[in-house]
């Protein structure tokens, strides 16, 4: 019986991760992660996945145009993967039951669920050189690489300079 419950619960644990699924597209990182941090698609609804890759001639102020080819597999990728279609994880599922109606956020940073998690942040702590951004995620959450974004694995630099 105790194989049982520990089974079940194991099998839960795996089908349920609390963060967002990695990035696993090595076109993704090469395209799009080697300019910034590679957000993954788990962060955001397939509608905002799509709306962002239909602009990316005016890519938050930066040409990153791509070929058609490409971008039809990175497309795929990024609404595959999606915080909608991801929903065996935690984090994407609160993402997307955040945003209302038919809103599509192309920054996860608009996102209500990002907006809630953030607004203790004081300006100087995201401001300050060695963050620059609020969208600079690995900065503080030092695995978010890996699509973890627990408190616990939170490291804002200068911290004691901001209390």
Not at 10 to 31: M, R, W
Not at 94 to 122: A, C, M, Q, V, W
Request: proline letters at 4%.
């Amino acid at each position: 019986m105790k194989n049982i419950v520990l089974g079940a619960i194991l099998t839960v644990s795996v089908s349920f991760a609390s963060g967002v699924k990695p990035v696993d597209n090595q076109l993704y990182k090469k395209e799009c992660a080697s300019c910034h941090f590679g957000f993954q698609p788990g962060l955001l609804p397939a509608r905002s996945w799509v709306k962002l890759m239909n602009n990316l001639e005016n890519h938050f102020g930066d040409d990153a145009s791509l070929d058609k080819n490409d971008k039809k597999l990175l497309v795929d990728y990024l609404v595959k993967n999606s915080s909608d279609r991801a929903m065996n994880y935690k984090r994407s599922r609160k993402i997307t039951s955040s945003i209302f109606g038919n809103s599509t956020p192309i920054r996860i940073t608009k996102t209500p669920y990002f907006i809630r998690k953030h607004d203790e942040l004081r300006v100087g702590m995201v401001k300050q050189k060695e963050v620059g951004s609020i969208s600079n995620c690995i900065a503080c959450h030092t695995t978010a690489n890996k699509g973890i974004y627990s408190e616990r694995a939170i490291n804002i630099p200068n911290y004691g300079r901001w209390e």
